[in-house]
């Protein structure tokens, strides 16, 4: 079993930056793809970013491509997301999970439904 813990949310300016971190526990994770999704109110579950197992590939929406970025640690067991330039739309709870399915495109990638755990969240709020 994984246990997914995120952290790195807060209250942030537009325009300003933010890490998030997600610390895995069990030892799946080094063979597991890890996504970051979001959820503003009102609204659906989001893909925002995912990245390989290997760490070689990475994947985004187009509404955050070019601002965030994933990586991850495989020694710490931890996936970050560095969030630049970000703007009042961004705001939402932001969520890690993980895979262990191997997946080939970008699709199969933002499918929430085909990651296996997740994390309690972390709120984003960016002000305007």
């Known amino acids: 079993q994984v246990q997914l813990v995120e952290s790195g949310g807060g209250l942030v300016q537009d325009g300003g930056s933010l890490r998030l971190s997600c610390a895995a526990s069990?030892?799946?994770?080094?063979?597991?793809?890890m996504g970051w999704f979001r959820q503003a109110p009102g609204k659906e579950r989001e893909f925002v970013a995912a990245?390989?197992?290997?760490?070689?590939?990475?994947y985004y929406s187009s509404s955050v491509k070019g601002r965030f970025t994933i990586s991850r640690d495989s020694a710490k067991n931890t996936v970050y997301l560095q969030m630049n330039s970000l703007k009042p739309e961004d705001t939402a709870v932001y969520y890690c999970a993980g895979k262990r399915i191997r997946c080939t495109d970008y699709g199969c990638y933002a499918r929430s439904d085909l990651y296996d755990y997740w994390g309690q969240g972390t709120q984003v709020t960016v002000s305007s």
């Open positions: 990245i390989t197992w290997s760490g070689d590939i990475t």
């Open positions: 069990g030892r799946i994770f080094s063979s597991s793809a």
